[in-house]
């Protein structure tokens, strides 16, 4: 009987293996399992490490070590040959030798190379196992490990190899370096801790779960793993809900997340919106027409209160602002104060109730409950004051202040023949080197003998105070949120004696303008329009005083000619006839980063992680912040993918 049913599963696996043939040389791949032999042809490996017996993933197996019989199998590893063929001959007797009482018990040979393996022995034992699927085959493996390089596969790889000794598993491997310290946080684990036996059987079970639902959305053409979309589905749910949830709804959660799955695979995942989006050309369609809305029900959710933080009351102003230029447009929710996870769930809850159509969150910790709402609720408009969030579902939105900060540069420069200028930084992320850098350039602008000295107030507490005790007489301070809180000190100051400073100006944003043009946007079609045409990728607003989202507070009694001067700028910035970045620029280690005429990109700017040569300082490392920074630097730092991230917080 067993012969039998053996000759009827070669029959049913040669048809596998016509078909993905036929695939393959349809879509122009090769057809025939992938040969190690010719991949390594005129490589340097690191060198070789046996690994033993271990269960090797049979989707993880790509191929054979030498030529042999490659022809024999199609590129899955099922069979091409005639049923009449010596080979079909063999591949039915050991199938019928799994069918018996004792099964395929003796373990294939191979080599593995970057997390792929490729048989020496056991070729027609894996193609008779993969036929029937099984998940895991029992192999003799040799690692063959690669040339450490920059390269990102191979970062990637490398940290494996260090994870692999942690879980012993091949399953959990990423696409991209820095994953792994972030699935250990989202398991609860310590970033070194090494995976027991049951743990490796308990991530397992639900592990196979997940990628069932993964396959079943079409995960496998995609340049990801299936552990890059766990980890994507990890930041919304919980593991130990993946062995009680039906798979049916597994599939609907992690569709719910399936865009921000697919970005993964994409190079550029985030668009950056620079300037407003117009209201589309031409006349809406009836369907256009029909789902217009006419008014639009906004909920701002504030972490602190207005009372208790400038920069909550400076987003409040500009709801308020919102809410007295388009009153007969817009109904407001308001929720402050919502600082916990629950309690920003439950806030959100309310307004969805309440009518939302629009979730406004205004600090970059609040973005991991809007991914959450963004699941829960599609149909959800939702925005998050932060950059560089790769969300599809959460658009983020931020503005260039470095156009202000090149203003006062140029204003200090002016100010100050010595050139003797200080800059206090917040914190390294995203997009502060740019400000740093265009003050020091507007400083250079107006006076070519200007040096930025740099200190870092996510390190030192009385950081302006030490830099005018240097001698320093310009120093660029924090910005102030709001021109109408002007206490000293704020922007670009004078010191004086005493250990008094005299403030003469500083960048703000005008939050009441972003938001009164975004609601403009929606109700016209344009946050539509830009879904469109950034299909597949998540939006990223981040406009300047073009957009008149930010200006520059002067002095009532600055001189003439500086106020003169910033005037100036200020029209040349807005109406894009000047760019600060687009001259000659040397960074510190003697770098052309651009010989003046080239644009940076946006995400050239907002990504910028080194300095001009005229600055004195240097980017801080994460261990060397004081603690209140570091949180932000996780979520928003420049290097935040390789920052173990905390098993209690945001898992970006």
């Given at each position: ?16 293996g016509r078909?993905?043939y036929k ?13 190690l032999?010719e991949?390594l042809?005129?490589?340097v490996?690191?060198g070789?490490?046996d690994?033993?017996?271990i ?7 790509a191929?054979?070590?030498?030529q ?21 001959a063999?591949?039915?007797s050991?199938?019928?030798d799994?069918?018996?009482d004792e099964?395929i018990?003796?373990p ?8 792929r393996?490729?048989?020496q ?8 196992l993969?036929?029937?699927g099984?998940?895991t085959?029992?192999g ?14 191979i ?5 494996f190899?260090?994870?692999y ?6 399953r ?15 398991l609860?684990?310590e970033?070194?801790h090494?995976w ?9 079970a639900?592990?196979?779960?997940f ?5 079943k959305?079409?995960?496998?053409s ?9 980890l994507?589905?990890l930041?919304i ?17 992690l569709?719910?997340v ?10 550029q995942?985030?668009s ?9 050309a ?18 701002f959710?504030?972490?602190?209160r ?5 920069w ?5 102003l500009?709801r ?6 388009m009153?007969?447009l817009v109904?407001?929710?308001v ?5 916990s996870g629950a309690?920003a769930?439950e806030?959100i809850?309310?307004?969805?109730e ?10 970059p ?13 599609p149909?959800l408009?939702i925005?998050?004051c932060s950059?560089?969030m790769?969300?599809?579902g959460?658009?983020t939105?931020?503005?260039r202040?470095?156009?202000?900060k ?9 100010m ?5 200028i200080?800059?206090?930084a917040s914190?390294?992320?995203f ?8 003050f020091a ?9 200007a040096?930025?000295r ?12 030490t830099?005018?005790r240097?001698g320093t ?9 709001t021109?109408?809180?002007?206490r ?23 939050w ?10 929606i ?17 990223n ?6 957009s008149?989202?930010?200006g520059?507070?002067?002095?009532e009694?600055l ?11 200020y029209?040349?910035l807005?109406?894009?006839a000047i760019?600060p970045?687009q ?8 770098t052309?980063?651009s ?11 907002l990504h ?9 300082g ?8 004081l ?5 932000l630097?996780r979520?928003q730092?420049?290097?935040r ?12």
């Amino acid at each position: 009987m067993s012969r039998q049913e053996s000759t009827e599963q070669y029959l049913r696996a040669l048809k596998l293996g016509r078909r993905c043939y036929k695939d393959c040389v349809l879509h122009g791949h090769y057809p025939y399992p992938q040969v190690l032999d010719e991949i390594l042809e005129g490589a340097v490996t690191a060198g070789q490490v046996d690994l033993g017996v271990i269960e090797i993933p049979t989707d993880h197996i790509a191929g054979t070590k030498t030529q042999g019989r490659r022809s024999a199998f199609a590129a899955n590893f099922m069979p091409l040959m005639e049923t009449d063929s010596e080979f079909a001959a063999k591949w039915i007797s050991l199938c019928a030798d799994h069918l018996g009482d004792e099964g395929i018990r003796d373990p294939i040979r191979c080599y593995e190379y970057l997390g792929r393996f490729y048989v020496q022995e056991g070729n027609k034992r894996v193609s008779v196992l993969k036929s029937y699927g099984a998940p895991t085959i029992p192999g003799y493996v040799v690692r063959m490990i690669p040339v450490w390089s920059q390269d990102p596969e191979i970062l990637a790889y490398y940290e494996f190899m260090e994870s692999y000794k942690l879980t012993r598993l091949y399953r959990v491997s990423f696409s991209r370096a820095g994953s792994f310290a972030k699935l250990q946080a989202a398991l609860g684990f310590e970033p070194d801790h090494v995976w027991t036996e049951d743990e490796r059987q308990h991530f397992t079970a639900g592990f196979t779960y997940f990628q069932d639902a993964f396959r079943k959305l079409g995960g496998e053409s995609l340049p990801i793993t299936v552990a890059d979309a766990l980890l994507v589905w990890l930041k919304i749910y919980d593991f130990e809900d993946l062995r009680t949830t039906p798979a049916a709804e597994l599939v609907k959660t992690l569709s719910a997340v399936w865009q921000d799955v697919k970005v993964l695979g994409t190079e550029q995942p985030i668009s950056v919106a620079t300037e407003e989006v117009a209201e589309p050309a031409g006349e809406p369609g009836l369907l256009g027409r029909l789902f217009k809305p006419k008014r639009l029900n906004v909920a701002f959710l504030n972490e602190h209160r207005p009372e208790e933080s400038d920069w909550a009351r400076a987003h409040d102003l500009g709801r308020q602002y919102l809410e007295t230029v388009m009153e007969d447009l817009v109904t407001v929710q308001v929720f402050n104060g919502i600082q916990s996870g629950a309690a920003a769930e439950e806030a959100i809850d309310r307004a969805v109730e309440n009518g939302a159509q629009v979730l406004i969150t205004t600090t970059p910790p609040l973005i991991g409950v809007c991914r959450k709402a963004a699941a829960k609720y599609p149909g959800l408009r939702i925005l998050n004051c932060s950059v560089s969030m790769p969300y599809t579902g959460v658009r983020t939105y931020y503005s260039r202040i470095y156009e202000g900060k090149f203003i006062t540069g140029a204003i200090a420069g002016a100010m100050c023949p010595s050139g003797r200028i200080g800059y206090v930084a917040s914190s390294p992320i995203f997009g502060v080197p740019a400000s740093i850098n265009a003050f020091a350039l507007g400083a250079r602008l107006t006076n070519p003998r200007a040096r930025v000295r740099l200190r870092w107030s996510c390190m030192e507490e009385h950081a302006m105070e030490t830099l005018a005790r240097e001698g320093t007489e310009l120093i660029s301070n924090r910005d102030i949120p709001t021109p109408d809180r002007t206490r000293e000190p704020w922007g670009l100051c004078q010191a004086l004696e005493g250990g008094r400073f005299l403030s003469l100006a500083s960048p703000y944003w005008h939050w009441g303008n972003f938001y009164v043009k975004l609601v403009r946007s929606i109700l016209s079609g344009g946050w539509d329009a830009l879904s469109a045409q950034n299909a597949g990728r998540a939006v990223n607003y981040w406009w300047g005083m073009g957009s008149q989202v930010i200006g520059v507070l002067l002095r009532e009694d600055l001189p003439a000619g500086a106020r003169q001067l910033a005037e100036i700028l200020y029209r040349g910035l807005a109406a894009g006839a000047i760019h600060p970045f687009q001259r000659p620029i040397r960074s510190q280690d003697g770098t052309l980063q651009s010989d003046g005429s080239r644009w940076f990109t946006p995400e050239e700017i907002l990504h910028m992680n080194w300095l001009c040569d005229c600055v004195e300082g240097s980017i801080p490392a994460f261990e060397d912040l004081l603690p209140f920074a570091q949180n932000l630097v996780r979520l928003q730092g420049l290097d935040r993918d390789r920052i173990p991230p905390e098993k209690e917080g945001t898992i970006l």
